[in-house]
């Protein structure tokens, strides 16, 4: 049976409203997950997509709204969790490499964590099995990264990838319940103040 059409307009009516409430947070952490820093030049596609999951974010979290109150410890755990492997992969995986490309940029690669012997027989040819990770990139190319490591590589992406997803849908949800929770305190301080008046 489909839903009459003044419970849709409805639904449209109130989606801004919600959507306006947490906007600017969202827009605060959409900042932060763009940096060059924050996203390995293999995952490029992840800043596209990160707005996209915000708004899938927002979305569910005006759908869920009556249950978001309950799941406000959870998701912020969830959050917080995400973000501590972000930073861990970040600081074991991640590799920065200056004035590398064209034109000479610094640029950030998401490596493995385990070089196969193909990768080992390349680093061989060019020199660069005692170099430092930057230095082995700059030689054999970020091209030649997933040979290099193979499945730990596949694994590493994976994970990053797995990690940026969570960390957005639980934060941006996690500020929705937030928003959720301080409109009810609003509306529960409101009604008893004006009970206090008629009284």
Known sequence: MAPEPGVLRDVFDRLPKFTTAIGAAVASLSLFLLPDRLVPAQLDVLRPATSLLIFVAIVMSWIFQPRLRRWLGRLAITATVAVLALLALQILLVTRVDQYGEPPETHYFLTGY????????????????????????????????????GGSYRIAALLYTLAVVTFVL??????????????????????????EDEE
């Open 114 to 149: 385990r070089i196969t012997p193909v990768g080992t027989e390349m680093l061989e040819r060019v020199g660069a099995t005692t170099v430092s990770r930057a230095e082995q990139i700059r030689r054999t190319g970020d091209d030649n990264i997933p040979v290099i490591f």
């Open 170 to 195: 639980s934060a941006t949800m996690t500020l929705g319940a937030v928003e959720v929770e301080m409109t009810q305190k609003t509306k529960t301080d409101d009604g008893g103040a004006s009970q």
